[in-house]
């Protein structure tokens, strides 16, 4: 048997902020057989994951690109890989059969064929399908160890979350609140905000774009200081965070949005600052921790069941809308996980 398999490739470097004319949605026929001894599976994927870290793949250059096998360059023409969600429809690989559902490391396409050692792990259907490319996904498990493994939170402790409406801010700021901090976010409209503090149970939340001034916007939301800063967007805002910091403060760097498509200037933190507040800061990857993926998936899957998180999603629809969704990232589209759903399960 054979398909039509629709997949998104790479048409044009990325310089500076990405648009739809980056890539190109291509078709090319895929045989739904495997050659026996491959250890291929082939899945049809439900749920592809929209990540603002893929930007560095697709630019002619980054210095990211061999920092990380996660972190590679995407050539021109070639298939974007990303985390998915999908069902096996072809499978010569023991530890999979036709049917399962799976969620792992995939591509922006409506089938990928999945090589040995790639990482994929069986789901059920428990709950949503999109929850594996979110909540209990990269993203979550981004949150969770960031702010467990890295900021070491303690009961009464002060945190400050950027880009706190986003698909692991939203979930770091959660997570804080069960383990009974003070919790502020900033995100980039009053909808957002309102958001943070109405459905998600922030203490404080303010328009970062308001305010004019950000080290007098953290120190008036913090008056006593700040032990815990999850950064999201790098720039200014480090910056202002660490102005603001308590001594032996924790901050976890987990992404820098704001300078991902710019080439000015970047803010500094002071290194002064940094050293006699002996303030810890510690870059990672979500990928750092697959050591604590089951208890991750545990804990989170138990804080689900009794409601104790709020999930939020933000779905296109159909392989054609990736380039779009992808874009929007980069102009504060989303609310939550960004994902496109392509088949259905």
């Known amino acids: 048997m054979e398909v039509d398999n629709k997949f998104v490739a790479l048409k044009e470097y990325v310089h500076g902020q990405p648009s739809e004319s980056n890539f190109e949605v291509k078709t090319a026929p895929l045989a739904l057989t495997l050659k026996k001894g491959s250890n291929q599976i082939i899945v049809k994927n439900f749920y592809v994951s929209i990540d603002p870290y893929q930007i560095n793949r697709i630019k002619a250059y980054s210095s990211s690109h061999k920092a990380s096998g996660f972190s590679t360059q995407i050539g021109l023409g070639e298939r974007v890989d990303a985390f998915g969600v999908g069902s096996v429809v072809a499978?010569?690989?023991?530890?999979?059969?036709?049917?399962?559902?799976?969620?792992g490391l995939l591509n922006w396409e409506e089938y990928t064929v999945v090589q040995p050692r790639t990482i994929l792990n069986k789901i059920t259907d428990e709950f949503a399908l999109s929850y594996h490319v979110g909540v209990l996904g990269p993203s979550g498990l981004?949150?969770?160890?960031?702010?467990?493994?890295?900021?070491?939170?303690?009961?009464?402790?002060?945190?400050?979350?950027?880009?706190?409406?986003?698909?692991?801010?939203?979930?770091?700021?959660?997570?804080?609140?069960?383990?009974?901090?003070?919790?502020?976010?900033?995100?980039?409209?009053?909808?957002?905000?309102?958001?943070?503090?109405?459905?998600?149970?922030?203490?404080?939340?303010?328009?970062?774009?308001?305010?004019?001034?950000?080290?007098?916007?953290?120190?008036?939301?913090?008056?006593?200081?700040i032990d815990i800063y999850f950064d999201n967007v790098g720039g200014e805002m480090l910056e202002a965070a660490i102005v603001n910091m308590k001594p032996f403060g924790r901050v976890a760097l987990c992404g820098v949005i704001s300078e991902y498509t710019s080439a000015g200037p970047r803010a500094a933190p002071n290194m002064l600052d940094v050293i006699y507040k002996r303030i810890n800061i510690k870059g990672f990857l979500a990928y750092d921790y697959l050591h604590i993926y089951n208890e991750f998936i545990s804990t989170t899957q138990d804080h689900l069941r009794h409601d104790r998180l709020q999930v939020l999603e933000d779905i296109s629809q159909g392989i054609e809308s990736v380039p779009t969704a992808f874009s929007g990232l980069f102009r504060g589209d989303n609310v939550g996980k960004k994902s496109v759903k392509i088949g259905n399960g």
């Open 142 to 225: 981004a949150a969770y160890a960031g702010f467990y493994e890295v900021c070491k939170p303690k009961n009464g402790n002060t945190v400050f979350v950027s880009a706190a409406s986003g698909s692991v801010g939203n979930l770091v700021g959660q997570f804080a609140k069960l383990s009974g901090c003070y919790v502020v976010g900033c995100a980039g409209n009053k909808n957002k905000v309102d958001l943070l503090k109405e459905k998600l149970g922030f203490d404080e939340a303010f328009n970062y774009k308001e305010e004019p001034d950000f080290k007098l916007a953290l120190k008036r939301y913090f008056p006593d200081g």
């Open 91 to 103: 499978s010569v690989n023991e530890e999979f059969k036709e049917g399962d559902l799976v969620a």
